[in-house]
């Protein structure tokens, strides 16, 4: 069974750093591509970024509101991924979702139960 | 902001059948890739509920059923049931933007 357990979400002010992690289990990390969406308070989904498989050569891309200041990392020994978050803004106030693309569809097949993030002035 | 618009919020009675729009552009959805719907019930992740337009992974009922046309994509419910009340998002990619995209998201009522 896919599971996908993310941890770290604090309350942060802004300019500070903060990095979530995405424990997985049931697959291995490094044979998906992996995605971090965001919600903020009472609105929509917003993707933040994602990294291919090995296979795939790892490729990162981002959204345009946090390239630069996101990078996303895994740890294939410990099947991690991780999502690390400089110059924070009070905009980046969400719920973080870790994902999981386990097909061969541009889909977010697994999700995990969300990390909050709060980012203070 | 999104780039696919939803209508803010549909409702429908018990039984009856409800559509939900996503209307997008020639660089995601006129540019021909897939629309997927997602459904979010209150306080919890949302789920993959239809992929590649059309089709629905294992598990998910036939009441749901996704379709495309153009820069457009819908979302159906028949036989609405008191739990299907949630927020429904269609996603894609944008080519211009290179990422994926999500709509604005819409809220189904149950009457």
């Known amino acids: 069974e896919v599971q996908l357990v993310e941890s770290g979400g604090v309350l942060v002010k802004a300019g500070g750093s903060l990095r979530l992690s995405c424990a997985a289990s049931g697959f291995i990390v490094a044979n998906a591509w992996m995605s971090w969406v965001r919600q903020a308070p009472g609105k929509g989904l917003e993707w933040v970024g994602r990294i291919k498989s090995q296979r795939d050569l790892e490729t990162k891309d981002y959204a345009a509101p946090v390239k630069g200041r996101f990078t996303i990392s895994r740890d294939d020994s410990e099947n991690t991924l991780y999502l690390q978050m400089n110059s924070l803004k009070t905009e980046d106030t969400a719920v973080y979702y870790c994902?999981?693309?386990?097909?061969?569809?541009?889909?977010?097949?697994?999700w995990g139960q969300g990390a909050l993030v709060t980012v203070s002035s | 902001q999104s780039v696919l618009t939803q209508p803010p919020s549909v409702s429908g009675a018990p039984g009856q059948r409800v559509t939900i729009s996503c209307t997008g552009s020639?660089?995601?959805?006129?540019?021909?890739?897939?629309v997927h719907w997602y459904q979010q019930l209150p306080g919890i992740a949302p789920k993959l509920l239809i992929y590649g337009d059309s089709s629905r992974p294992s598990g998910v009922p036939d009441r749901f059923s996704g379709s495309k046309s153009g820069t457009s994509a819908s979302l159906a419910i028949t036989g609405l049931q008191v739990e299907d009340e949630a927020d429904y998002y269609c996603?894609?990619?944008?080519?211009?933007?290179?990422?994926?995209?999500f709509g604005t998201g819409t809220k189904v009522t149950v009457l």
């Open positions: 020639s660089s995601n959805i006129g540019a021909g890739y897939d």
């Open positions: 994902t999981a693309n386990l097909g061969d569809f541009l889909t977010f097949d697994y």
């Open positions: 996603q894609s990619y944008d080519s211009s933007l290179s990422g994926y995209v």
